[in-house]
């Protein structure tokens, strides 16, 4: 009788005992948030890191299975945080993303060239590693309107202030005392990954002026300014020549053969670069694959309204093709004003020869739109309409010379396909060899 109460007395003992026992399993999920959070706040405890690399294939065992969310984005992340704990082959992605965030937008245009024709290397920062890329450069005399052209296939609208140009124009006080306002080579590249070079004026005579009235020391190899001037001009032909997919020749009036004479000395003395055969669908001649040629356009600024007659358009046409049959630059087949509905009645073979000729008129003739001009007794209907001016807006005949520009084809310039950044060293590197050309010191010589 007495063993009943003995064994049921320990017990009840025993029975309050089991109740401070879950206090003491409550700590540990405590501990693993705190652990937690200090490893990634410190993130080198070998205890933290070694958590976080298990957790690592943990969620990528649970994105597979839920089928939801790729992994990618979550590798991303820890690589960028933790950096050396990440493998080579996860870092892939995240390497090629920022390569391919753009760089800050251009305002303004930067030098290339400085006025001592040596090369500068800030325009790099400006740069990706993308291969879509198109150059267009631009050559033309003194007063041709080569910076006003640029920016406005670049950067800016013609009823914009020219103040605020990409490429700085001439201001007045320049052009009353016959000066340039571009020296060397600048440099603008587009949202849309074009890159434009603005050159100072070819022949000039206010750079020959500067060099006779300061007393400029020369280079030893040269002994006159006027053969510096020209050996300065045929070297940044040369150049564009050869890193430029489209140049863009500048003239204000029809013709200078002294300019073409110019063009086909530049032709002749630019570097050798190979080019693809696939590339060979030039103008004329058999061998033209043997070398890269750019695609030329002749450029006719301030053109007069007789100069848009269907007569004249055809005349002047075939005397460019005369005079370049025998260049192997791409001056014809890539660009026609007849395909833009500026003449709307002429069919597309009423040109035989059709170079690349494009002609804009004067600026500011589209001023004339915002006064109405009644004829001598006309009703009202005639006093609203605008004169005749014989040709389309200035405003819309450059929208249609940048849309063809803009599509034109884009060659390699070398035997592997650059990037913008190789193509800055190429250009580099062309530069530096134009410099030390053996064909151009042997001309200079003769000139001398």
């Known amino acids: 009788m007495r063993s009943l109460p003995a064994s049921f007395?320990?017990?009840?003992?025993?029975?309050?005992?089991?109740?401070?026992?879950?206090?003491?399993?409550?700590?540990?999920?405590?501990?693993?948030?705190?652990v937690l959070m200090k490893s990634r706040e410190e993130g080198k405890g070998p205890v933290g890191a070694s958590e976080g690399a298990a957790q690592l294939p943990t969620a990528a065992a649970k994105g597979e299975k839920e089928g939801q969310r790729p992994t990618q984005p979550v590798y991303q992340i820890q690589n960028r945080g933790m950096g050396s704990a990440a493998s080579s082959s996860t870092m892939d992605p995240v390497v090629g993303q920022a390569k391919l965030l753009a760089p800050e937008k251009m305002k303004h245009s930067i030098k290339l060239v400085d006025d001592q024709m040596n090369w500068c290397d800030s325009a790099i920062e400006y740069l990706l590693d993308q291969t879509d890329v198109l150059v267009v450069g631009v050559l033309g005399l003194?007063?041709?309107?080569?910076?006003?052209?640029?920016?406005?296939?670049?950067?800016?609208?013609?009823?914009?202030?020219?103040?605020?140009?990409?490429f700085r124009t001439q201001s007045q006080e320049i052009k009353e005392r016959g000066g340039n306002q571009t020296s060397g080579i600048d440099f603008f590249?587009?949202?849309?990954?074009?890159?434009?070079?603005?050159?100072?004026?070819?022949?000039?005579?206010?750079?020959?002026?500067?060099?006779?009235?300061?007393?400029?020391?020369?280079?030893?190899?040269?002994?006159?300014?006027?053969?510096?001037?020209?050996?300065?001009?045929?070297?940044?032909?040369?150049?564009?020549?050869?890193?430029?997919?489209?140049?863009?020749?500048?003239?204000d009036w029809f013709t200078d053969l002294s300019l073409y004479r110019f063009l086909q000395t530049a032709e002749m003395v630019k570097p050798s670069t190979p080019s693809p055969s696939h590339e060979s669908t030039g103008s004329s001649g058999a061998d033209e694959g043997t070398e890269y040629y750019p695609h030329v356009v002749f450029l006719q600024n301030k053109a007069k309204r007789e100069n848009f007659c269907p007569r004249n358009l055809k005349q002047m046409h075939v005397v460019i093709d005369k005079i370049m049959m025998h260049s192997h630059l791409k001056y014809k087949g890539t660009l026609s004003m007849l395909e833009c509905n500026i003449f709307p009645g002429l069919p597309y073979d009423y040109l035989d020869t059709e170079v690349n000729l494009f002609l804009l008129p004067f600026a500011d003739s589209d001023a004339d739109d915002t006064f109405p001009r009644a004829a001598p007794g006309g009703g009202p209907l005639f006093s609203l309409l605008p004169g005749y001016k014989g040709h389309p807006s200035f405003q819309s005949l450059m929208a249609k010379l940048r849309s063809q520009i803009m599509s034109m084809a884009r060659p390699q310039l070398s035997h592997t396909i650059l990037?913008?950044?190789?193509?800055?060293?190429?250009a580099a590197r062309?530069?530096?060899?134009?410099?030390?050309?053996?064909?151009?010191?042997?001309y200079s010589r003769l000139l001398a």
């Open 9 to 34: 007395s320990p017990q009840s003992k025993l029975a309050p005992a089991p109740a401070p026992a879950p206090p003491a399993t409550a700590p540990p999920p405590m501990e693993k948030p705190i």
């Open 142 to 166: 003194q007063g041709t309107g080569k910076s006003m052209l640029m920016s406005l296939l670049s950067a800016n609208q013609p009823e914009e202030d020219q103040r605020a140009y990409v």
């Open 189 to 251: 590249i587009t949202q849309e990954r074009i890159i434009f070079l603005d050159t100072q004026p070819i022949l000039s005579p206010s750079i020959l002026d500067h060099l006779i009235n300061n007393d400029r020391k020369l280079p030893p190899e040269y002994n006159l300014p006027h053969t510096y001037v020209e050996m300065q001009s045929l070297q940044i032909a040369a150049f564009l020549f050869t890193v430029c997919h489209v140049v863009i020749v500048v003239q």
């Open 430 to 442: 062309i530069w530096d060899g134009v410099k030390k050309s053996s064909a151009l010191s042997e």
């Open 419 to 426: 990037t913008e950044k190789n193509w800055f060293h190429y």
